[in-house]
């Protein structure tokens, strides 16, 4: 959805796979929404000082000390920093040119989240999926390829078009299974991303019709009785 586009970016910047072929996917079950009056109300709040981009509201709705900012497997967050300071690092806030307002943006809308496995009582969005982590690395080893080409779809039976249009001809209907992302190195439209099937037939579907797998995440923990940003999967380079 929301990371799927910068996902696409990075793929088309040269990580394209070679060629559509067959493939033996990967059941998927998509994380039930996280249903929480007070995260929803500040949830909302996120989302209009990410479009104002007003740093002084995000402030108020992020941890101020000890936010984490998992990757690589550590806690890179500098602890000496405030947690708004952290999260504008892993972010890219501070680069005008940088998407970060975007993805916070994104990350405001939606409605998942799910526990964190490394840090207790946090909740991190998008929300994992639910599937077999050992027959997901067996199909990147089987197809050659990595994480970051794969997705699933948000719900089952999304149409497969032809062409990178709404009124294109269906050829296919997406069940609830790993997908293989494969874009073109010069996209005709936005709005859709080509894939390719387990069938192997390459086709389009809506740029939100599909998740990826190996989100980076946005961790929402408790502040007392209030919801705040305590933490983040992922992101840039340590400042």
Not at 56 to 68: E, G, H, I, S, Y
């Amino acid at each position: 959805m929301r990371r799927l586009r910068l996902i696409v970016a990075m793929l088309i910047a040269g990580l394209l796979p070679a060629a559509a072929q067959p493939y033996n996917p990967v059941a998927i079950a998509p994380a039930t929404p996280l249903s929480d009056a007070g995260l929803d109300a500040m949830r909302k709040q996120l989302g209009e000082a990410a479009r104002r981009k007003d740093r002084a509201a995000l402030a108020k709705l992020v941890v101020a000390r000890n936010l984490f900012w998992w990757r690589q497997n550590r806690d890179t967050a500098d602890k000496r920093k405030s947690g708004v300071d952290n999260l504008a690092a892993a972010l890219g806030l501070n680069d005008k040119d940088s998407a970060g307002w975007d993805i916070l943006a994104g990350y405001a809308n939606d409605a998942g989240a799910s526990p964190s496995a490394e840090y207790k009582g946090a909740y991190c969005a998008p929300a994992d999926p639910s599937f077999n982590r050992k027959d997901f690395d067996e199909l990147i080893k089987a197809t050659r390829s990595d994480a970051s080409e794969w997705g699933y779809p948000v719900s089952a039976g999304i149409e497969v078009h032809a062409g990178p249009q709404a009124n294109a001809p269906v050829i296919d209907r997406l069940g609830l299974v790993s997908v293989r992302v494969m874009p073109e190195a010069s996209p005709t439209s936005a709005a859709y991303v080509r894939i390719v099937t387990p069938s192997g037939r390459a086709g389009y579907v809506s740029i939100d019709a599909i998740a990826p797998i190996g989100n980076d995440q946005l961790c929402y923990v408790k502040d007392g009785d209030t919801w705040k940003i305590g933490g983040y999967i992922g992101g840039g380079e340590p400042q």
